[in-house]
């Protein structure tokens, strides 16, 4: 079910972290592998991107490769891994990230999720526990109140800023990251965009509710549970119906001046943030 | 040709300042906007204007289905078109038609369109739209991103169910049942003749050639808007060896005829105005979610635009996209609208003369007219219908009868019961 292909070496921003790109094979269909980090005998951190997902390494990702070997495999349908219409219920989703992780040989990970990712990690610790370490969560999906909705992602004016707008305190952190690439198509990149909100929309639409919330009690792992302050996506009560499900020591907290997606709008601090907490739990 | 007549129903009383004063005509219209005394003078007078229509010699009679919609008050257009079974005899009842992804199980789709074939005797022509995203996607809450697949997966069951000989199951990626068994079944065998309405997606026509099935470009924005998407038709047909029949095609226009030209441009300025004023008052959140549109229809899409900016540039014009509704907006004041042929006007000899060279540019067979609009009077609405029906129609019916045949029509029965005066 699961094979690695050879895949190629670049730098990172900066030009001193080297990243690795390499493609795995889930399920029969290719998934991008990025991997950074200078120490190879540091512990790995697995990264599934928030929505619309990464089209290339990031300043959080080099951010959190300084004490951790960061691993980032492309959820279905986010750059990275195209083929995602044969995942039609969240179970196959689910299933997928499983398998994905599985793949990766290093569990049990810590397994860091924001957004869309998010969901997906805390699925991953909810029904498959043992592949996990430490969790970190990222405003995620998977739980809604039709009292306290936040914004429907899924109508939105179209034009280049509207999700931009929504989904960062900063919408240029997100035009840095989806800049097009000296000789590639811009239509390329819009295309990867669409089908990524299309991915999402695939297990999260209407609501973003996954169920979530009735599984939570099978994670008994130590939680960060995280939010942008500005985050105009998801509600605070999201994150607070997470909190109060979880059974694991769990430690929340805020990155100030942060939208929807704390690891393009503020990458420092999001990054200090993990590694403070991942490290406190190695001492104790 | 075929001249039929359709009916959006719009709701007449959205207030003056509806376009200031109000987000959307659609998905999340303001309730208090609606008078449900007035919706039922609205339908009794809408019913009338049909069942006038197919009594001064339109070919067919035309209902559509859209939900939370103000210029739409048919989200059930199965039970307009049952009235119209017992209320008229002679036009085909064209129900275009029924969003197949949101009936479950679809087979209630093949249940209800086998009874108004049985109730019209052979008359009813089978729409099956995707349905916009505002209907589909946010007022009935299907999932983007399966839409399409669950569409034709549908459009399979409805299909197999009328023609199967026997009960079947059929076990599909969406929809499992057991035993598959629709009574009644359509008069029309094998089946009702099968019209799509669609966007300019190359998909649907590839699809529509595939399946021997009729296109129907229904645009608001009239025949040159439509001519760029009907020539891609076209050419797609060539390229898939496909005969030029004009039947293949059904296009939807606007027309409002007067004695005199004068007369047209006075009587119908009011009602047009609305219309494109206040009814495609649409919030553009809703018209795009993700998912919707295949990626080839974005990349198509993308390119058109790019296309059209450039052709703008190059005309030194920056105002309209030659009535494409697209980023730069609609017209909506009358004479913007009768320039970009939104609607035809004119009297009778140059309605006719109009839609006559449309159709052969366009080379369409299947024409849907709008005669009523906006908050257009039922005695306005009667009165074009009967100047179309008596003055232009005799003009531009017998269009295409020398070379081509219509095999995409009813077959209704040569003997039909009509309904009796209650003793």
Known sequence: MVAATAGGTRHGEGGGLMVQEATISVGGHSVRVLTGGDNPSA????????????????????????????????????????????????LDWVVHCVETIEALDEAPVDLIGSSVGGALAAEVAAIAGSLVHRLVLIAPFGSHDTEDPGADIWAQAPGPDSIPNLVCQRPEAWKQAWQVPEGAEAIDYQVMHARAMEAAARFLFPFGDTGVASRLHRVHHPTLLLRGSEDRVLPASSNERFRTALRGPTRTGVVNDAGHLPELDSPDDLAREITAFLADQEIA | MKNLWFHLMPYKDLPDDFREEHPSVWVDIDSGLLDAERVHQHYHEYLDELEFAGEVGFDGVCCNEHHQN??????????????????????AICVMGNSLALYNPPTRVAEEFAMLDCMSGGRLIAGFPVGTPMDTIFAYGQNPSKLRDRYYEAHDIVMKAWQAPETFAFNGRYNQLRYVNVWPRP?????????????????????????????????????????????????????????????????????????????????YREPAEYFYGRCLHVNPKWASPAGYQSEATIRAKVQSQVALAAAQSRAGN?????????????????????DLGYVIAGDPDQVAERIRQV???????HLMLLCQFGNMSTELAKYNTRLYAERVLPQIQHLFDDRWEDAWWPQPLAERATARAVA
């Open chain 1, 43 to 90: 512990p790995p951190a697995v990264f599934f991107a928030g929505i619309g997902g990464l089209p290339a390494w990031v300043p959080f990702l080099d951010r959190l490769a300084e004490s951790r070997r960061v691993i980032v495999p492309s959820l279905p349908g986010f750059p990275g891994a195209e083929n995602f219409r044969h995942l039609d219920t969240l």
């Open chain 2, 70 to 91: 103000g210029y739409g008050l048919m989200p059930s257009p199965n039970l307009i078109a049952a009235t119209l079974t017992r209320r008229t005899s002679a036009p």
């Open chain 2, 187 to 267: 008069v029309q065998k094998p089946h009702p003749p099968v019209w799509i309405p669609g966007g300019g997606s190359v998909e649907t026509w590839r699809w529509c050639a595939e399946m021997d099935y009729v296109y129907s470009y229904l645009s608001y924005f009239g025949y040159k808007a439509g001519a760029a998407t009907m020539q891609g038709f076209w050419d797609e047909m060539d390229r898939l060896g496909k005969d030029r029949n004009p039947y293949r095609a059904g296009f939807l226009q606007f027309v409002a005829v007067g004695e005199t030209e004068k007369e047209a441009l006075e009587l």
């Open chain 2, 318 to 338: 920056g105002q309209n996209g030659g009535g494409r509704p697209g980023a730069m907006g609609a017209a909506r004041d009358w004479e913007r609208i009768l």
């Open chain 2, 359 to 365: 159709c052969i540019d366009l080379n369409v067979g």
